[in-house]
């Protein structure tokens, strides 16, 4: 990791997630979300202790896939997000063909390449893709967190043919803070073009029991009023200028529709309100923490980048909270805080090296 990070370093930045105090949204989310009662829990010692068995019998297998990164995933993120600029001056929804070949791909926008490609037979109830998941007694999946690390020398760009190679790190049973059996899962994923290692990646998933129908807190409910509100990006400028701009964001079930399907995510809470209520005791979809992830790449390329001179070389987060369709939260710079109301739902670090002739101001 240390040959990835130059001596010659900007301050390290954080990036926070912040939800408004008073929310421009159609949905209550001034309390955590209902957790399921522990009562009928699986006994740990019996079921996610036998289930990580289970998965560390695959650890030490890499799967490997092949993909050449083209321009049009690139394209239709920029689109989803409603992005105008793929990188500084380079204008992709005025011109869906100007992105060419050997432009680099943005930290984090691999993301919409190496697709689950899954038959739906072989798919869990939820929809989720079960590569290195615990069996069935263990379905839902929450992506927690991870990291990625960045060859500052060999990055990812546009025609490259590149090779993912995936594998099981780690599992470990644990018992959540309901006192729920859980399962945290970590693995590595590694990308390689024709000059070698480009990004190495880890991310965190947490696999929990199924949720008994007559215990989601949502299940009885009605669903909440009809929202026809589109996506909406602004920036809030200091007007003191003590401080970088405040991102604003709140996310359609249009948008979170299309990212599922660019990412070829089948997960149901994203866009099935019936079954996020009923079986993922969710109150409405739920914001892809993968976008979230892109989001906060992509302001901190706007506010810390200096015009691309900066690039980032490392990125560490966790999500801990989630975030619903049509809620607004925000993005800043708060170093190490990630709030959503006030409870931390996100946060992000973000080791940067210096790309230009000169330091920064």
């Known amino acids: 990791m240390a040959s990835l990070i130059p001596q010659r370093l900007a301050r390290p930045s954080g990036v926070a997630f912040r939800r408004q105090c008073a929310p421009v949204i159609t949905i209550s989310t001034s309390r955590p979300s209902p957790r399921p009662s522990s009562k009928h829990a699986p006994d740990p010692n019996e079921s996610s202790i ?40 380079l204008d992709v929804l005025g011109d869906s063909t100007a992105i060419k070949t050997g432009t680099p791909v943005p930290p984090g926008y691999h993301l919409v390449y190496f697709t689950p490609s899954d038959p739906e037979s ?21 992506w927690a967190g991870g990291r990625m690390n960045w060859d500052k020398s060999n990055l990812l760009r546009v025609g490259d043919h590149v090779v993912e190679e ?18 945290i899962a970590e693995v590595e994923k590694r990308f390689y073009n024709k000059h070698g290692l480009a990004l190495d990646e880890r991310r965190s998933w947490v696999f929990r029991p199924a949720v008994k129908e007559h215990k989601s807190a949502f299940a009885g409910q009605p669903p909440p009023p009809l929202v026809a509100s589109k996506s909406s990006v602004h920036d809030e400028i200091d007007p003191f200028g003590f401080q970088h701009p405040t991102r604003h964001l709140s996310w359609s079930d249009v948008a979170l529709f ?7 995510n089948a997960h149901m809470i994203h866009y099935n ?38 690039r980032a070389a490392q990125v560490t987060y966790r999500a801990l909270r989630p975030i619903y369709a049509h809620e607004e939260y925000c993005i800043g710079t708060y170093y190490m805080d990630v709030k959503k109301n006030d409870e931390r739902c996100m946060w992000g670090k973000i ?11």
């Open 50 to 89: 036998d289930a990580v068995a289970q998965m560390l019998a695959l650890k030490g297998k890499v799967i490997k896939r092949r993909q050449m990164l083209d321009a049009n995933q690139l394209h239709k993120l920029c689109v989803t997000l409603g992005r105008r600029e793929l990188h500084p001056g």
């Open 122 to 142: 072989e798919l869990g109830d939820d929809g989720t893709d079960r590569p290195f998941a615990p069996p069935a007694t263990f379905p839902r999946r929450m």
């Open 166 to 183: 995936t594998e099981l790190v780690n599992a470990v049973a644990k018992n959540g803070r309901d006192g729920e059996p859980m399962i």
């Open 258 to 264: 299309r990212f599922s399907a660019l990412t070829f």
């Open 273 to 310: 309100e019936p079954w996020a209520r009923a079986h993922e005791a969710h109150p409405y979809v739920v914001v892809h923490g993968p976008l979230n992830l892109i989001n906060m790449m992509d302001y901190w390329r706007d506010v810390r980048g200096h015009g691309g001179s900066i």
């Open 351 to 361: 080791i940067p090296y210096v790309t230009g002739e000169t330091e920064p101001k």
